[in-house]
């Protein structure tokens, strides 16, 4: 899996130390994203991801957020960064370059505003459905989406016949596999099932979390002579 070295103790500080821990780590809900939408038919609170071109940079001043005016052939956005804006921004945004964003819809005087918009620079990482998962600072949730699905693919590529549940039970409870599980609920195409497939992975790390114990008082009991 491809993680940059500093980026481990952030994914430290969401107790992410293995492949495991990150096909474990459960997003707790879906948005559903409009693609490339007609920036005239957004309305409050749509999530979308569009691609505009930067027409002019307007820099924080005191009392006053630094503004990116953007357009395309379908209306005009402007994106908003109350706090400071991000270093590589300020170095590679200019007037004339196209960019592709992904936020959420804030009217404000009759202007939309898209505040402290995601940056996207791989449109390969463009899904309609994207998990959100728990975070920490340091991390975004498309970079860790990534890297869990990295994790999946590195899973799969093992060409193992992955499950420790009981076949009977697995149909008792209307669930799939492991591995298609893990899909539906990293990869969801709808809003439809990922409840359900949810409560099979927290089954799973709790099964898993259970023989760990079972295993390391096993180990204590033999060291100790117990």
């Known amino acids: 899996i491809s993680i940059k070295p500093q980026t481990f103790k952030h994914l430290h500080r969401l107790n992410i130390f293995k492949i495991k821990d990150l096909i ?3 997003p707790h809900h879906i948005i559903k994203y409009q693609i490339e939408p007609k920036i005239s038919d957004l ?5 979308f ?9 307007d ?3 005191r009392g006053k957020p630094a503004q990116i005016y953007c357009a395309n052939a379908s209306g005009d956005l402007i994106i908003t960064y109350f ?9 590679t945004f200019k007037p004339g370059m196209p960019v592709t964003i992904s936020g959420v819809v804030n009217y404000f005087n009759g202007d939309i505003h898209i505040n402290h918009p995601e940056i996207i620079f791989n449109k390969k990482q463009i899904w309609q459905y994207e998990p959100i998962y728990p975070l920490t600072y340091g991390l975004n949730n498309r970079q860790l989406h990534n890297y869990i699905l990295q994790a999946l693919v590195a899973l799969e590529n093992r060409g193992e016949d992955i499950e420790w549940l009981d076949a009977d039970f697995i149909t008792e409870n209307n669930w799939l596999s492991f591995i298609e599980t893990l899909k539906i609920i990293h990869k969801p195409h709808n809003y439809d099932l990922f409840d359900h497939r949810l409560r099979r992975l927290s089954y799973d790390e709790l099964l898993a979390n259970q023989i760990a114990l079972k295993q390391f008082r096993q180990q204590n009991y033999t060291i100790n002579g117990r």
């Open 49 to 57: 991801i569009i691609t505009v071109v930067i027409q002019n940079i």
């Open 43 to 47: 309305i409050e609170n749509d999530h």
């Open 59 to 61: 820099l924080k001043t």
């Open 83 to 91: 706090n400071k804006i991000p270093e590589f921004i300020l170095k």
């Open 24 to 26: 474990f780590h459960k």
